[in-house]
């Protein structure tokens, strides 16, 4: 199928190359002319795993063209994704400017019946705004052209974006068209080989699915976060209580791992997004409500645990920091939870010393240079002088950490931080005397005399 995509982001750069890998033929539009012909040089602007060897081979393979020409684009595909950004805007409700854009546009150079299809996150009602735009346009032109406007929400982890395209748990398709539904059954017919797993219905219910899904996440994350809270206080361990209710089927493993909060580019919107919706038709959403408060709150945790256990200043010490991607396995920094972190440590007064396996040039593009900011290159090189190791979501190293080769990089061995992804295993026998995660009761050696924060 000819399939065009306006917008070379997160999702429709992978979406448009892996719709190319099983054989169709996908042009991607932006308006952004540099990423553009980085694009067409194979080069892509985003570390996500598995996505450059698709984009190089079926770049080679004729399969997939990336262009600036609206025009092209429309001409070129039967099926127009729409996968452009609904940044927050100040209110909390999702931006809709550029999808109304992109419909006008295409609305614009439309020749022949085509079908919209919005795979971005957007609120319940988009789509009607879509085909009102479009229809808009069309009337301007005095053109009676047939179109129609599909919800197609994606559901891709960043970090696992491809592997999530190549093998989805169900692709939701909202039509009320029988000729649309049969477009969307052709195109991912690849996909549905093992077996179905479209999940076919209305526009408004596809619409309000995506935000669901990623509300859902949400609230399971700020969740354990709050039951880890309450675990130190009374003296529980929250990786004991993870497993006793995550081997529960109903409750499952997935999203009960306690930490800095959610960060990235979809949770924090679209909990707010949906909160914004409920309110514009008189419901108020009690649940959603704490959700985002108790992120917001657990986002602070990490910075003043460290702060306190220094009396409230951290002039004069060397803080290191492994993490500062929202998650493993990508280089986004979007809302990640160290932004708040750093920040943090630095009004206390401290100097950083950070590493993250992947988002190093977003980390510079982000901070800047600054006096109080050293990037290093290796876990162990960041620990050089420090006296305390914040570890956040990113900051994993490859192995456990050994007593001899910290010792050789600690100044003090004084302070520790992680937050619950590293096991205590690790810690044992390293030169931190004491160690201490969230929802964790504080590991102290027997001759300690400082605590570890996280």
Same mark, same amino acid.
């Given at each position: 199928?000819?399939?065009? $995509?306006?917008?070379?982001?997160?999702?429709?750069?992978?979406?448009?190359?892996?719709?190319?890998?099983?054989?169709?033929?996908?042009?991607?539009?932006?308006?952004?002319?540099?990423?553009?012909?980085?694009?067409?040089?194979?080069?892509?602007?985003?570390?996500?795993?598995?996505?450059?060897?698709?984009?190089?081979?079926?770049?080679?393979?004729?399969?997939?063209?990336?262009?600036?020409?609206?025009?092209?684009?429309?001409?070129?595909?039967?099926?127009?994704?729409?996968?452009?950004?609904?940044?927050?805007?100040?209110?909390?409700?999702?931006?809709?400017?550029? $999808?109304?854009?992109?419909?006008?546009?295409?609305?614009?150079?439309?020749?022949?019946?085509?079908?919209?299809?919005?795979?971005?996150?957007?609120?319940?009602?988009?789509?009607?705004?879509?085909?009102?735009?479009?229809?808009?346009?069309?009337?301007?032109?005095?053109?009676?052209?047939?179109?129609?406007?599909?919800?197609?929400?994606?559901?891709?982890?960043?970090?696992?974006?491809?592997?999530?395209?190549?093998?989805?748990?169900?692709?939701?398709?909202?039509?009320?068209?029988?000729?649309?539904?049969?477009?969307?059954?052709?195109?991912?017919?690849?996909?549905?080989?093992?077996?179905?797993?479209?999940?076919?219905?209305?526009?408004?219910?596809?619409?309000?699915?995506?935000?669901?899904?990623?509300?859902?996440?949400?609230?399971?994350?700020?969740?354990?976060?709050?039951?880890?809270?309450?675990?130190?206080?009374?003296?529980?361990?929250?990786?004991? $209580?993870?497993?006793?209710?995550? /081997?529960?089927?109903?409750?499952?493993?997935?999203?009960?791992?306690?930490?800095?909060?959610?960060?990235?580019?979809?949770?924090?919107?679209?909990?707010?997004?949906?909160?914004?919706?409920?309110? /514009?038709?008189?419901?108020?959403?009690?649940?959603?409500?704490?959700?985002?408060?108790?992120?917001?709150?657990?986002?602070? $945790?990490?910075?003043?645990?460290?702060?306190?256990?220094?009396?409230?200043?951290?002039?004069?010490?060397?803080?290191?920091? &492994?993490?500062?991607?929202?998650?493993?396995?990508?280089?986004?920094?979007?809302?990640?939870?160290?932004?708040?972190?750093?920040?943090?440590?630095?009004?206390?007064?401290?100097?950083?010393?950070?590493?993250?396996?992947?988002?190093?040039?977003?980390?510079?593009?982000?901070?800047?240079?600054?006096?109080?900011?050293?990037?290093?290159?290796?876990?162990?090189?960041?620990?050089?002088?420090?006296?305390?190791?914040?570890?956040?979501?990113?900051?994993?190293?490859?192995?456990?950490?050994?007593?001899?080769?910290?010792?050789?990089?600690?100044?003090?061995?004084?302070?520790?931080?992680?937050?619950?992804?590293?096991?205590?295993?690790?810690?044992?026998?390293?030169? &931190?005397?004491?160690?201490?995660?969230?929802?964790?009761?504080?590991?102290?050696?027997?001759?300690?005399?400082?605590?570890?924060?996280?």
């Amino acid at each position: 199928m000819k399939v065009t $995509v306006f917008g070379t982001g997160y999702v429709g750069l992978v979406q448009g190359a892996v719709l190319a890998d099983v054989g169709h033929d996908v042009v991607c539009v932006d308006i952004d002319a540099a990423k553009v012909a980085a694009l067409q040089a194979g080069q892509i602007p985003i570390h996500e795993p598995g996505l450059q060897a698709l984009v190089t081979s079926n770049l080679a393979a004729g399969r997939l063209a990336f262009t600036t020409d609206a025009a092209q684009g429309v001409a070129h595909g039967d099926l127009l994704f729409l996968a452009v950004g609904t940044p927050p805007d100040e209110d909390g409700s999702a931006d809709l400017q550029h $999808v109304l854009a992109v419909a006008r546009t295409i609305a614009t150079h439309m020749q022949a019946p085509r079908t919209l299809v919005n795979k971005s996150t957007v609120p319940v009602g988009t789509a009607d705004r879509v085909a009102d735009a479009v229809r808009a346009v069309l009337a301007e032109r005095g053109a009676d052209i047939a179109f129609e406007v599909v919800s197609n929400p994606e559901f891709l982890k960043e970090g696992a974006a491809v592997a999530d395209c190549m093998r989805p748990d169900r692709i939701v398709v909202g039509t009320s068209s029988a000729a649309a539904e049969r477009q969307l059954r052709e195109l991912y017919a690849p996909f549905n080989r093992n077996h179905d797993r479209m999940v076919v219905m209305d526009v408004k219910s596809a619409e309000l699915t995506k935000y669901a899904a990623n509300a859902m996440l949400a609230t399971k994350i700020s969740f354990i976060n709050e039951m880890a809270g309450l675990a130190e206080r009374l003296g529980a361990d929250i990786e004991a $209580v993870r497993r006793g209710i995550g /081997s529960d089927p109903r409750i499952g493993y997935h999203f009960i791992y306690p930490g800095a909060g959610y960060g990235g580019s979809c949770f924090p919107k679209d909990v707010k997004a949906l909160i914004h919706t409920a309110q /514009s038709v008189g419901f108020e959403p009690q649940v959603l409500q704490a959700v985002e408060r108790r992120n917001d709150a657990q986002r602070r $945790v990490l910075p003043e645990r460290i702060v306190a256990h220094y009396g409230g200043s951290l002039a004069g010490r060397t803080i290191a920091v &492994w993490g500062l991607a929202f998650k493993p396995d990508t280089d986004d920094m979007r809302e990640a939870p160290s932004r708040d972190l750093l920040h943090g440590l630095w009004a206390a007064g401290a100097q950083v010393r950070a590493h993250d396996p992947v988002a190093m040039e977003e980390a510079r593009r982000v901070f800047g240079a600054r006096p109080d900011l050293l990037l290093c290159d290796t876990p162990l090189q960041a620990l050089q002088g420090a006296d305390a190791l914040a570890s956040s979501p990113n900051g994993r190293p490859s192995a456990c950490p050994t007593s001899r080769r910290w010792r050789a990089c600690s100044r003090t061995a004084s302070c520790s931080t992680a937050a619950t992804c590293t096991t205590r295993r690790c810690w044992r026998g390293t030169a &931190w005397p004491t160690t201490r995660s969230a929802g964790r009761r504080c590991g102290t050696a027997p001759d300690a005399t400082n605590s570890i924060a996280a």
